[in-house]
């Protein structure tokens, strides 16, 4: 358990610097935006992945650190709060997110599972992307990519028809 605390303590310093290194803009402030925005998001793992097999899409998780990761507040604000990514994930993803904060509470049984998914992905920066099949499989591990979100969804649509042979 120290040395998972000591971990993220690493990863929390070395996202600060990167962000402020990167000169790409202000973070945004993060609190009750980036809650609703996350509103339609799964945060069970195993609902999440009921509903992909439901539903016949993938589970595009997100691994972030919402109030405190300024390249997971960059990805929330220029692509998933985005209409163009709202409107391509609520035909074909299941969206998950498994969230890191510093500042909001969380129920400890959340803290734990994502912990977990966290481990079992070898997360091991924020924010880490990854598109599963309804099984938990990896079909595309990504992150913050520039472009917004017409060209974000480009990404995962080549990822996936990659995936299919299309």
């Known amino acids: ?21 990167s000169g790409d803009g202000e973070p945004t402030d993060a609190g009750a935006d980036t809650a609703e925005l996350h509103s339609n998001w ?16 993938p589970i595009l998780a997100d691994f972030s650190g919402s109030d405190w990761c300024g390249w997971c507040i960059k990805l929330d604000s220029e692509v998933f709060s985005r209409e163009d990514f709202q409107e391509y994930a609520k035909d074909n993803l299941v969206l998950f997110l498994a969230d890191f904060p510093a500042a909001k ?7 734990k599972q994502n ?26 591990r990504t992150g913050y990519r520039r472009g917004g979100a017409a060209e974000y969804v480009k990404h995962l649509k ?7 042979g299309i």
Do not use: C, H
């Open 115 to 140: 912990q977990g998914l966290a481990e079992k992905y070898a997360v091991r920066g924020f924010p880490t992307v990854l598109l599963l099949n309804s099984d938990g499989e990896v079909l595309l």
């Open 42 to 57: 799964v945060t069970d793992f195993e609902a999440a992945k009921k509903e992909a097999a439901e539903r016949k899409v």
């Open 105 to 111: 509470p969380q129920p400890e049984e959340l803290k």
């Open 1 to 21: 358990m120290k040395n998972t605390a000591y971990i993220l303590l690493v990863l929390l310093a070395a996202g600060g610097l990167l962000w402020a290194a």
């Open 158 to 164: 080549e990822a996936l028809n990659a995936r299919n």
